[in-house]
């Protein structure tokens, strides 16, 4: 069987089928929706988890989509040989049949309110536009008609100079989703779905921009109107990564069905099954592949159902097959910022620390889990930072248990991708310590072969880190090397990048009569071993006749360290060729 295109990057799924694209059979949410979902049905789900793929193939399915010719246009080989087609008369005959408003909140990801705003009103705008066959309408009213033509040319941007502009700009289309599902209930006699994505996109971004109170009262009355007094409404699915308290957004809204990673309803309509996963590998030849995929890009748990990333396995696969890479990568942790993992490294007192250190060691930890968060609340507490890494992926749950009212969530690491990302801001921010740390006292220490000095100094940094890298002798080896630009007189050279069989790093005098400084750097996983490393350090200089060669080199003498790290300590001793 010819194997079909990897599609990176598609979000519509008429199109995906369309270009003939490699697509994991998802289109029972249809089935689970009419059956499971409530009125208001929000699915929260980490980012990339193909959220925004499956609103549009619900749209694909419900919508009663008219053509530029005005005739309706029949969706059904969108389906064909699809799950959702064995599934019997009484979901079938849903297909086609009810108009739909879909909005994406995305867009509205701006650095500042205004933009925001604007950028939310220009997805409503399209929508309408969508729609405007609506204009025709015999069913609907004049003043429906002049309503809908007022809505489809909004203020131009250069207009809205105050804030006096943006407010009525904003509360022309505050109630706009609501009338838009009248006149589409109107026109095609039947309720309408509402679908709306990526609703919490704009909140994130808002918090940690400064205005999030200013959208939220934005977003608070378009939901209002569109999902809690609205008699057009057949029903409505949102998604996001978070649950957004109700009185944040979804206020009075006692209607809404919230499904979460929690849950075990709809647990395989979002993300890559172990099956799933295996088949897609086994498709395109790489299924020897198999258990490297597991360890970087499974480890979720939806329900009690394991998933994997789809995002990242997708590109993995077509890395392999298409790109001839030969080794995985963290791709889902290049889609975003990742600011609140940042947060949680930087912001960290001795508790997170420990807590941090247990995590990237493959350690677990136990939380209290409320769903309920506002962003605004995501610093007042530990408890309220670790709920939001849960939610959104960054962590994984092991097991729960509830103690009086309370339910506690013992959770992970998912697995290497997500490691990473808590090793690069862990990484970060120790080279920022490093580099606004005084360094006036170990540079003296070493320039005075002061070798109790050097560990004081390097033990004192290592305490204030986390355990990240502990059998990493890169590094343990940067960080050393990193140290020592500065160092009065001298310039550090790093052998090891050079491979020329000299030793780690080696300080190059830039005085003629200054001796060269050599450091040869091990690494232990046992405080009892690390005398041990010393020794292997020594034994190194000594036949691999370090000094001789920099001697050969021009310099006029040499002084040799034996460095070995375990943990957050270190030891150094002076090497005397005997």
């Known amino acids: 069987m010819e194997r079909k295109k990897i599609g990176i990057g598609y979000e519509e799924y008429k199109r995906l089928i369309d270009d003939s694209c490699y697509y994991v059979d998802k289109t029972l949410l249809v089935r689970d929706v009419l059956e499971k979902g409530g009125m208001v049905t929000l699915f929260t789900r980490p980012r990339r988890f193909g959220k925004t793929l499956a609103l549009s193939m619900l749209r694909t399915f419900f919508e009663a989509e008219i053509g530029s010719d005005g005739k309706p246009i029949d969706n059904s080989r969108y389906f064909s040989g699809m799950k959702i087609m064995g599934c019997g008369d009484e979901v079938l005959s849903r297909l086609g049949k009810h108009p739909v408003i879909k909005l994406s909140l995305k867009s509205a990801k701006q650095n500042d309110f205004r933009t925001s705003i604007l950028r939310l009103r220009d997805q409503i705008v399209a929508e309408f536009l969508r729609h405007d066959y609506l204009c025709g309408s015999e069913r609907l009213s004049t003043t429906d008609l002049q309503t809908l033509q007022d809505l489809m040319l909004p203020e131009r941007e250069k207009n809205i100079r105050t804030a006096e ?3 009525r700009e904003m509360g022309r289309y505050a109630t706009s989703l609501q009338f838009l599902s009248s006149v589409l209930a109107r026109h095609h006699g039947r309720k309408v779905i509402v679908l709306i994505d990526e609703y ?6 808002a918090y940690f921009e400064g205005f999030y109170d200013d959208i939220v009262a934005f977003i608070r009355s378009l939901f209002e109107s569109v999902l809690k007094t609205n008699d057009a409404l057949e ?20 209607h809404l069905n919230i499904i979460s990673i929690r849950d075990d309803d709809f647990s395989e309509d979002f993300g890559f099954t172990e099956m799933e996963t295996i088949n897609m590998l086994r498709d395109y030849g790489i299924e020897d592949r198999i258990p490297e995929a597991k360890e970087w890009y499974d480890g979720y748990l939806f329900g009690k159902k394991e998933i994997y990333n789809p995002w ?12 001839g890479r030969q080794f995985p990568e963290p791709y889902w942790s290049n889609t975003s910022s990742n600011s609140i993992v940042k947060d949680l490294i930087w912001q960290s007192d001795e508790e997170r620390k420990k807590e941090l250190d247990c995590l990237v060691e493959g350690g677990v930890i136990e939380k209290k889990i409320h769903e309920d968060i506002t962003y605004g609340d995501i610093h007042e507490s530990d408890d309220n930072l670790w709920n939001f890494l849960f939610f959104t992926g960054y962590l994984k ?11 506690y969530v013992t959770m992970k690491i998912p697995n290497k991708e997500i490691a990473y990302i808590y090793e690069e801001h862990i990484q970060g921010w120790f080279d920022n310590i490093v580099k606004n740390t005084d360094r006036t006292t170990f540079y003296r220490a070493v320039l005075d072969e002061n070798t109790e000095g050097m560990e004081d100094y390097l033990n004192g940094l290592l305490d204030r880190t986390i355990s990240t890298f502990d059998s990493s002798e890169s590094f343990y080896h940067g960080f050393l090397l990193s140290l020592l630009y500065g160092v009065p007189g001298y310039d550090p050279k790093s052998n090891r990048e050079e491979g020329d069989g000299r030793p780690d790093i080696v300080l190059e005098p830039r005085r003629p009569r200054s001796p060269a400084i050599l450091f040869e750097v091990k690494v232990r996983k046992k405080f009892t071993e690390m005398s041990g490393g010393i020794q292997e350090a020594f034994g190194q200089l000594r036949d691999m006749r370090y000094e001789e060669g920099i001697l050969n080199d021009g310099f006029f003498g040499v002084k040799s360290y034996g460095v070995c790290f375990c943990k957050k300590s270190c030891i150094i001793e002076k090497y005397v060729a005997r």
């Open 312 to 323: 990242s396995i997708t590109v993995y696969v077509n890395a392999i097959v298409n790109k």
């Open 235 to 254: 029903f409505a699915v949102i998604t996001g990564c978070l649950r957004i308290s109700r009185e944040s957004i979804f206020t009075g809204l006692n």
């Open 165 to 167: 502009d943006l407010q």
């Open 397 to 407: 749950k092991i097991s729960e248990r509830k103690e009086d009212k309370y339910v």
């Open 200 to 205: 919490d996109v704009p909140l994130e971004n």
